[in-house]
């Protein structure tokens, strides 16, 4: 196969595309939703959206941050940059060229249970991003020469977003505090003694292992003909060898027995305060209601500016500069219901955990009103709805979905699911989940910024 030379192949490519045979696979439909499955494994998703001539295109792979072991952390990240810099076809920097001059966009993602790369571009260019995205599926090149200057950007894009961003060091600290077996207490950038060991060959067994066709979900949404895009997918991925895939072994966390604390210390002008309780997920729950109901609680404490901690903490007691709360329902393992903020001028990090306890407490003994709880599922269910207006979001929840192992339909159940939580059920998730023996706590305590003494701050803690 010739490399792309820009726009010429790019014609030639869209003229091949206007006699596409029907998709030999058998299809699934849902709705506006297609879904078939190639011989080689790749599942591909197609959703029609026809209100302008757009399309986006995702590859996702089931590989990330908690698939790692010590000594290999962050590996993921790193190669999913080294996915931009080459293949035989495709030398460095022509991927993304070729995007832009079809005035596309493209990038990627990597997360702790995923990692996917995108295009979004006028319809008719669909089969530019099937070509080149199919090419570095199974042909990487992995240069040692790129692998190790592309490990010095790695590196100092850890030094500038986590080294010497104190919040960001404190949500690391934390997470490692929190989890003792789960993959989670790794970060996905990865720790800095594991980037400066990582070698080429690890990156190759990496890509070799977890990139293949029957790893992957390819999900289409936009205008499109669903049949089309099948068949151009069977055309350009459908040549791809799977691989053996064998899933990561369970690192299932052991049972909490108490509060867990970690004090960062970090040059940074104010306190800063984390607060992590372990719940289930949708994955993880034994009764599938209760990642909902926490859904739901997490809208009633921080669902907007009207919702209790902003009201309570901010406008209020005015105990809080600034807080907040949040919950990942789709993570593929057990997570967290977290908490942070800032303290405000007065105040200290104790007085602040203390006063998102009492809220907690607060939704323990109170079931939740009626009319509290209906403002919150309409504004939780319509920040999912309004995900719908576009296309890269869509299949952002699809891909989501099935990379986590979770049936993409679920989410055409999401308002309703959301709309059957009662008072009693937020309180039952209070109570089982958000206890001291679940709960780990980090505190950021501020260090001096250029070397001189901080000053005391209220409470004992340093503000500089």
């Known amino acids: 196969m010739k490399p792309i030379a820009g726009i010429l192949l790019s014609s030639a490519l869209l003229a091949g595309c206007a006699a596409v045979p029907d998709a030999p696979r058998p299809v699934t439909t849902t709705g506006p939703v297609h879904e078939t499955t190639l011989a080689n494994g790749l599942k591909v998703i197609v959703k029609e959206d026809h209100r302008a001539p757009v399309v986006v295109s995702q590859v996702w792979y089931k590989v ?57 571009l006028e319809k008719s260019r669909l089969p530019i991003a099937f070509e080149l995205e199919a090419d570095r599926m199974r042909h990487l090149t992995l240069d040692p020469q790129e692998t190790a200057k592309e490990l010095q950007v790695v590196k100092e894009e850890r030094r500038l977003r986590t080294d010497d961003n104190p919040q960001a060091l404190a949500w690391e600290q ?7 077996t789960s993959p989670y207490r790794h970060p996905i950038i990865g720790w800095m003694n594991d980037l400066e060991n990582l070698q080429a060959d690890d990156l190759r067994r990496w890509y070799q292992t977890w ?25 350009h991925y459908g040549p791809l060898k799977p691989s053996t895939i064998t899933p990561p072994k369970p690192r299932l966390e052991p049972p909490q027995r108490g509060v867990r604390r970690v004090v960062v210390k970090a040059p940074a002008e104010l306190p ?29 404490l921080d669902g907007g500016d009207s919702a209790r901690l902003p009201r309570e903490l901010v406008r209020g007691s005015q105990i809080a500069a600034g807080v907040s709360a949040g919950y990942t329902l789709t993570a593929r393992l057990g997570d967290l219901f977290s908490f942070s903020g800032t303290p405000a001028q007065g105040h200290d990090v104790a007085a602040l955990e203390q006063a998102i306890k009492g809220q907690i407490e ?18 939780v269910t319509a920040a999912k709805v309004y995900e719908l207006d576009s296309v890269f979001y869509q299949a952002m ?35 089982e ?21 901080p000053r005391a701050a209220a409470g004992g803690l340093t503000r500089h």
Do not use: C
């Open 362 to 379: 607060r939704l323990k003994s109170e079931p939740v009103s009626g009319a509290e709880l209906a403002r919150i599922k309409a504004q």
């Open 272 to 300: 800063y305060l984390i607060m992590g309780y372990k719940v289930p997920t949708l994955k993880t729950a034994t009764e599938d209601w209760k990642p909902y109901a926490l859904e739901v609680l997490g809208g009633v």
């Open 64 to 120: 990330g941050g908690s698939y790692e072991y010590d000594g290999l952390t962050g590996i993921s990240h790193v190669l999913e940059h080294m996915m931009f810099k080459g293949t035989p076809n495709h030398p460095p920097g022509q991927f993304s060229r070729i995007i832009a001059e079809q005035g596309g966009r493209e990038n990627a993602f990597t997360a702790q249970d995923y990692t996917a790369y995108f295009q979004q």
């Open 211 to 235: 990139y293949a066709p029957n790893n992957a979900t390819l999900v289409v949404v936009g205008d499109v003909v669903p049949q089309e895009v099948f068949a151009l997918a069977e055309r």
């Open 174 to 180: 934390f997470s490692a505090a929190a989890w003792q």
């Open 433 to 453: 989940f958000l206890v001291d023996d679940n709960l780990t706590v980090a505190v950021l305590e501020p260090q001096p910024l250029d070397g001189t003494a």
């Open 397 to 431: 929840q699809i891909g989501v979905m099935e990379t986590v192992g979770l049936d993409w339909r679920l989410l055409d159940e999401y308002p309703q699911r959301i709309a059957a939580v009662t008072p009693e059920q937020v309180m039952a998730v209070a109570r």
